[in-house]
């Protein structure tokens, strides 16, 4: 059945010119007018595309902020249970174009099914797991890059297509043990069978609690969204810059990506990261490269700060090197890592030093621009094996270069520590996780004598200090939150909100600290997650976009939230295109064009 637009739609405008400003509002109701609460409302326009979201109140009404430049807008109304409402071509008026909406009730299970976040797709393979060791491996590498339970990971396969997976996963660094390995094709069969996981998962989806509405709070959010890259992109980490723009890496296609939010749908401009003559797959290259097969990456920018003088640095894990852009005059200058292999993370300490994670090979490195100095310190590994891994990482790289590894299952069995998320501290000792092995730990800056903590949870990954001096760690393959203060040597956890519990996979965090509020990636939900660190309560505010993996979390100076949806593979994210996107808990109402930079001209 088509979806009705129902009511008047009051200076509506068709194919005419539309107005340099924008604002709607109206109510969202069912077949027999009753109000539907917490429908994610977007309006559209652009190529490429920027979108806004807003949500809908108690009794149905929603309101944008004042929309920056010309439209036809394109509109879609989404909401758990109704049919999605779409209509081409929305014109504005002159001040407030009213748009009353009528959704109608999805009463088809299986498209029902298909609404839901990944997260809830995935408990069902969760449940199909009985050893919790063995859950905690699944859920630790079986969602290092992308959603699990989305509706390209739910895909029914014979054996030999998963053993190409599996491969293929491997070789990205996120192996499973053999006997794991070996269940997996019936564990991902017997949970996402259409014919058993659709009733499972709609068998109360009449009850008011199936698909509940945001908390209030939420209402006075909106979302902003706008397309970067292609479907072979992968948007991997941003930074918002201190004039107000933000940069963002693709990691895949070797490219950093600029965008300007104060021009109406964006400005954007790419500029391409110095290739050298490094292979596809960098120093990776080979049979064994970790690279995707529709890659460009020769150096594979990962991560990026923004340095005290306004200069970008990034790691480039593929290439095995720092590199600094200047935004001022555009050009690059290349830093090659002479010891480690594949630069992660990175933080600026009071000094102006560099200290950043290397994944692949156990090490924390550090260097400093001023002088030019580079510094490296190898971490202890918890067991024999994985330090024999991670030492001998170099002898398997000359291999592949010369061996046919493409059907091998290298990396399977023992796994690295992987040193992962980096902060520094108050007092400046450099904090660091190690994401395989569940232990966190601190080097002195001078010294680089290292100290060592387990974490009472599984897989702590990005982590950051707020302004009290206590570290906050997000459990990836836990799903918890967690506290560490430094000086009592004491945690404290609270599980994160999302249902079914242990569904989700908080992949990074970082800290408001002039707001006291943490927020959380909820990268197999299609969320971000706020914590109050006052209250100690959550808000979850649900995304727009289905399959949106978020890696990284910065702010602007309004307190907006930025992140980029950077699943991997792109095409997997609905409209096969990565985004970067902008949540404003305090959009609606508001008075000046949401466009508008509060911070320069």
């Given amino acids: 059945m088509r979806l009705i637009i129902a009511l008047a739609i009051l200076t509506l405008g068709s194919a005419g010119p539309s107005r340099a400003q924008s604002l709607f509002t109206g109510r969202i109701a069912d077949a027999h007018g009753a109000p539907v609460e917490g429908a994610l409302v977007s309006f559209t326009r652009g190529d490429p595309p920027h979108t806004l979201t807003v949500y809908s109140g108690a009794d149905g009404s929603y309101r944008t902020p004042v929309l920056s430049g010309t439209g036809p807008w394109s509109l879609r109304v989404r909401r758990i249970g109704w049919k999605d409402l779409e209509r081409a071509n929305v014109g504005a008026g002159p001040s407030e174009t009213r748009l009353d909406l009528t959704v109608e009730r999805e009463t088809d299970p299986a498209s029902v099914a298909g609404q839901l976040p990944a997260n809830r797709w995935y408990a069902l393979l969760l449940a199909e797991v009985n050893d919790p060791v063995q859950r905690e491996e699944l859920v630790r590498q079986c969602t290092y890059c992308h959603q699990q339970g989305n509706w390209a990971t739910r895909m029914l396969r014979p054996d030999d297509q998963w053993e190409k997976v599996l491969s293929l996963m491997a070789r990205m660094g996120a192996g499973l043990s053999p006997e794991l390995r070996a269940q997996v094709p019936k564990l991902f069969t017997t949970a996402y069978d259409p014919a058993t996981a659709v009733a499972a998962l709609t068998a109360k989806m009449s009850a008011p609690d199936f698909a509940p509405a945001p908390a209030v709070a939420v209402r006075d959010a909106a979302v902003e969204e706008w397309v970067l890259g292609g479907p072979a992109s992968m948007q991997h980490d941003l930074a918002v810059h201190p004039d107000g723009t933000i940069y963002s890496v693709d990691m895949t296609q070797d490219k950093l990506f600029h965008l300007d939010p104060s021009v109406p749908g964006g400005k954007r401009e790419s500029f391409d990261v110095p290739q050298g003559d490094l292979p596809l797959g960098g120093v990776f290259g080979g049979s064994g490269s970790p690279a995707p097969p ?100 170099p002898f398997f790289l000359w291999l592949g270069r010369h061996v046919d590894l493409s059907g091998a299952s290298a990396g399977e069995g023992v796994t690295a520590p992987v040193p992962y998320g980096i902060d520094i501290a108050p007092d400046g000792g450099v904090w660091f996780s190690q994401l395989n092995a569940h232990r966190i730990g601190r080097i002195d800056p001078e010294t680089l004598s290292v100290e060592l903590v387990d974490t009472p949870f599984t897989a702590p990954r990005r982590l950051r200090f707020d302004g009290h001096g206590k570290l906050w760690i997000p459990g990836f393959s836990s799903g918890l939150l967690a506290r560490f203060d430094p000086e ?54 649900p995304l727009p976009t289905r399959v949106t993996y978020t890696r990284e979390v910065d702010f602007d100076r309004e307190g907006r939230v930025w992140a980029s949806n950077s699943n991997l593979p792109a095409w997997q994210i609905e409209g096969m295109l990565p985004r970067v996107l902008r949540l404003d808990p305090h959009a609606v109402p508001a008075s000046r064009p949401l466009d508008a930079r509060a911070d320069g001209p």
């Fill in 294 to 393: 529709n890659a460009n990456a020769h150096v594979g920018p990962h991560s990026l700060q923004v340095a005290p003088d306004g200069a970008l640095w990034i790691t480039l894990a593929l290439g095995n090197q720092l590199a600094r852009f200047d935004p001022k005059n555009s050009r690059w200058s290349i830093h090659p890592l002479e010891e480690g292999y594949y630069p992660h993370t990175l933080r600026f300490d009071p000094k102006g030093r560099i200290w950043y994670s290397v994944a692949a090979s156990n090490h924390i490195g550090v260097y400093d621009p001023a002088s030019g100095s580079h510094r490296w310190i190898r971490l202890p590994a918890p067991t024999w094996g994985q330090a024999f891994a991670s030492r001998a990482l």
């Fill in 488 to 541: 009592t040597r004491e945690f404290k956890t609270w599980e994160i909100p999302i249902e079914p519990r242990g569904s989700e996979t908080p992949y990074a965090l970082n800290v408001d600290r002039g707001r006291d509020l943490v927020w959380i990636c909820g990268t197999n939900s299609d969320s971000l997650i706020r914590f109050d660190l006052r209250t100690e309560t959550f808000t979850v505010y």
